[in-house]
């Protein structure tokens, strides 16, 4: 995960607390500040508006998703596709159980977080992508970038969707997807 600084941090845990707890509708900029130990201000000069902060949120937790599903795979990559399926199911496993995922997904508000994951996640899709190719493309250095770039948009919008509207136990889904990932990228051997 990227570094940021002290301030940064404790003003994304503060907005992390507002939306687990009274959910971001009802969350204030003045109060994030004051539960980080800043001015108003200096929140502002960090995010310049509530939905800049949100952004932050949902990137900042994003990584801390892609991280983890990272660590599951060491030592245990294979295949592209088990590769995906461990990733998935480990994402969807954890999605489930997440406190501010249950917040956004149940803050059914027109200013809650949920935009963020869905109708406004352009950036949180990109960054989540730019990382699943460069993953990819390092242990897969013989697929074509072209084929891993449209695999990873894809598994990520899948992955979402599913964080979103579950059909079905995480080990069904990141089966499923895993396959499809099979068909995608036909033949990926490890580097």
Known sequence: MWRMSPVRAALLDAAYDAAVGPGWAAARMADVAAVAGVSRQTLYAEFR????????????????????????????????????????EWTLR????????????????????????????????????????????????????????????????????????PAGPADVTARSIARLVDRLLPGGQPA
Request: glycine fraction near 6%.
């Open 49 to 88: 508006t509530k939905d800049g902060l949100a952004q932050a949120l949902a990137l900042r937790e994003a990584a801390r998703f892609v991280d983890g599903a990272e660590a599951v795979l060491t030592g245990h990559e294979g295949t592209p596709s088990e590769a995906v399926g461990a990733t998935v």
């Open 94 to 165: 954890i999605a489930r159980e997440d406190p501010l995922l249950k917040a956004v997904l149940t803050d059914d508000g027109a200013e809650g977080l949920l935009p963020f994951l869905t109708t406004r996640s352009d950036a949180l899709l990109r960054a989540v992508t730019e990382r699943h190719v460069t993953y990819l493309s390092s242990h897969w250095p013989d697929l074509p970038v072209d084929d891993i770039e449209f695999v990873a948009d894809t598994l990520v919008r899948l992955t979402v969707s599913h964080i979103v509207t």
